[in-house]
């Protein structure tokens, strides 16, 4: 799944925590950091390709915003894997409970 490599990096997790405030062009995103405007560029490029952020041009500047589509599959990644967790932890407690008795 791309979008967890992607948010994997902790300067493409900022990126996305701006971008769910309000959208931004690409330069005030590039603002925001201490790296240089091209390493911004390939941050948001990674997070395009995740479908966690989407782009739209305006004139001359790119605007960026959150995807919910990639938001979606994360979602749907996490739903799947919290039902794993209760019975689980039900066995578990029961089996404690043995132990202690």
Do not use: C
């Not at 039902?83 to 689980?88: S, V, Y």
């Amino acid at each position: 799944m791309l979008a967890f490599a992607a948010l994997a990096d902790p300067t493409r997790r900022r990126i996305v925590e701006l971008l769910a405030q309000h959208e931004l062009p690409a330069g005030e995103i590039a603002e925001r950091f201490e790296v240089s405007a091209p390493a911004i560029s390939q941050h948001l490029k990674v997070l395009r390709q995740a479908q966690l952020v989407s782009v739209r041009a305006d004139a001359q500047r790119r605007i960026y915003g959150i995807d919910p589509s990639g938001f979606a599959e994360l979602d749907q990644w996490l739903v799947r894997v919290k039902r794993f967790w209760p019975a689980r932890l039900d066995a578990l407690e029961r089996q404690l409970r043995k132990r202690n008795k």
